[in-house]
């Protein structure tokens, strides 16, 4: 039986264990460093019962937990997990642990505060996922920015508070025309419901009979915020900064989860709530998911900064993303929402990764590498592992995600065309490309630099860091349906949400 108070446990524990560390003297490092590793293994180990839980064989939402918030508007405290929240709040537990391990000798000073605020941060990220009223939901949107904002303000590099605040102001743009959206939607369905209310339950119901014209603004509203957030071609300028001034924790959680917050946002609200809007707009920001996959791999290219290379190939790992869900078929978001884990796993790797490297040398620059499989075979094995998954190859997790996307492009009655496969599919090569290049340059060679002479391999902790997404990343690569089964029933359920069953594709099409 489930337990309706499972998921308010995950989103309290790190809370409990950030305020917790306000009683430990700043002094003590090592204490400070154990007691957030403790709360968030917590997490991770309570976020496994609720996946053990989990009935997959059912599209509802699951273990919820839901009581009055504010009186008199029909606000609640409302969360619960379906099949799509559950694999990315297992995501989020599973990288925050890993993350605060990584960070244990290159957070050298304020290691009170970081601690604080990636447990602040693991609190906000799991309540997004689970919010099931859209006001708690933008509650916790918008309490994820503050700790995101100190990590790189702080803990980042030279030009970390350039970074902050455009990584702020941008995200802050487009929250607040989401808030605008949020009380639009809720003021037009109590004209339907007779009630005011934000419980997105009660607001699917209304979703249908929202007229076309309101619906292409709210659709608007919402999915530039969460397009700013993916970050979807041409509002991706913040992402570079961001990742290259943050510290290696601050670039991996932003990379391995609050990208994925934008597409979660596009799966959890555009579609089911703006049907006929999601349909109008399918094609327009298919091309942009198209133009992101190729520009972020050509730009890609020609960066000499390791970190800045990995940043751009997220828009374009993120544009396969977009692409699946606005293909709507039940491959491609099934595709999209596999390809949302992978990238966490492969590109978080690469981020710690490239953490591993510049803690030893304090340089990103790719040019100031080569020969180094020699002195350092252990980083060498995983930097090649990394980045074949983050490329795609069968029997890793990326191909799955991709080969999925693509299969369900090419047969999208929506897109209706099978040009945007052909594009996407060119994304591929491109990151071999630049993936493998980028590996011959830092790896292979002669060592020319004689400061990398002593240079020391990956250590245990290290080893140990990356062990776990290694596992993980062969396992989605041979046996996916252990993941894919989790989200079956709600990628079903959000295409049904989109294709009202009485009318036909083509006849929902024809609206445009």
Same mark, same amino acid.
């Not at 693991?122 to 509650?139: A, R």
């Not at 094995?381 to 980045?387: G, T």
């Not at 191909?399 to 040009?419: A, P, Q, R, T």
């Given at each position: ?80 997990? $379906? ?49 099931? $009223? ?60 007779? =009630?005011?209310?934000? $419980? ?40 570079? $900064? ?69 940043? =751009? ?200």
């Amino acid at each position: 039986m489930e337990n309706s108070l499972l998921l308010t446990y995950l989103i309290l524990l790190p809370l409990i264990g950030a305020f917790a560390l306000l009683f430990i003297n700043k002094e003590k490092a090592s204490a400070i460093r154990n007691t957030g590793l403790f709360f968030s293994a917590i997490t991770f180990i309570l976020s496994l019962f609720v996946y053990f839980g989990f009935d997959h064989s059912s599209s509802d939402f699951q273990f919820v937990h839901k009581f009055e918030w504010i009186k008199g508007l029909n606000v609640y405290y409302f969360v619960g997990v $379906d099949g799509l929240s559950l694999l990315l709040v297992l995501l989020t537990t599973f990288l925050t642990p890993l993350t605060l391990i990584s960070s244990w000798s290159s957070i050298e000073h304020k290691i009170k505060e970081f601690t604080f605020f990636m447990l602040l941060l693991e609190t906000g990220m799991i309540g997004v996922f689970v919010s099931l $009223d859209l006001f708690l939901f933008y509650i916790f949107w918008e309490a994820m920015l503050i700790p995101m904002y100190f990590i790189i303000g702080i803990w980042g590099g030279k030009e970390r508070i350039y970074a902050a605040i455009k990584f702020f102001l941008y995200t802050m743009f487009g929250s607040l025309l989401m808030l605008v959206a949020i009380v639009w939607l809720a003021v037009y369905a109590s004209g339907s419901l007779g =009630y005011f209310t934000t $419980d997105i339950t009660q607001l699917y119901k209304v979703a249908p009979t929202i007229s076309r014209d309101i619906q292409l603004w709210m659709f608007l509203a919402f999915g530039l915020s969460f397009a700013i957030k993916v970050p979807l071609f041409p509002l991706h300028t913040w992402l570079p $900064d961001a990742h290259v001034q943050a510290p290696t924790a601050g670039s991996v959680i932003l990379a391995g989860v609050l990208l994925k917050m934008g597409t979660y946002g596009l799966l959890r609200f555009n579609l089911p709530l703006f049907p006929d809007a999601s349909l109008y707009f399918a094609p327009y920001f298919s091309v942009l998911a198209v133009i992101g996959i190729i520009y972020g791999a050509l730009v890609a290219m020609v960066q000499t900064d390791m970190k800045k290379l990995v940043a =751009y190939s997220s828009v374009s790992h993120l544009g396969f993303v977009v692409l699946g869900i606005f293909a709507m078929t039940q491959e491609s978001v099934q595709g999209a929402v596999i390809q949302m884990i992978n990238h966490g796993l492969s590109t978080g790797a690469l981020f710690l990764l490239v953490g591993v490297i510049y803690e030893r040398t304090h340089t990103r620059e790719i040019a100031d590498y080569g020969g180094i499989a020699k002195l350092v075979p252990f980083f060498a094995f995983s930097l090649m592992f990394a980045s074949l998954s983050s490329i795609g190859l069968p029997g890793l997790n990326g191909f799955v995600g991709e080969f999925l996307i693509l299969l369900g492009s090419f047969k999208s009655g929506v897109l209706n065309s099978w040009w945007f496969t052909v594009f996407a599919a060119s994304g591929v090569i491109f990151a071999a490309v630049y993936l493998l290049w980028m590996y011959q340059r830092v790896v292979f060679g002669e060592v020319k630099n004689p400061s990398l002479v002593g240079l020391k391999d990956m250590n245990v902790r290290e080893i140990f860091v990356m062990i776990p997404i290694f596992i993980f990343i062969v396992w989605i690569g041979i046996y996916p349906s252990t993941f894919l089964k989790i989200s079956e029933k709600t990628s079903a359920k959000i295409i049904h949400q989109v294709f009202n069953p009485e009318q036909t594709v083509e006849k929902l099409i024809n609206k445009r």
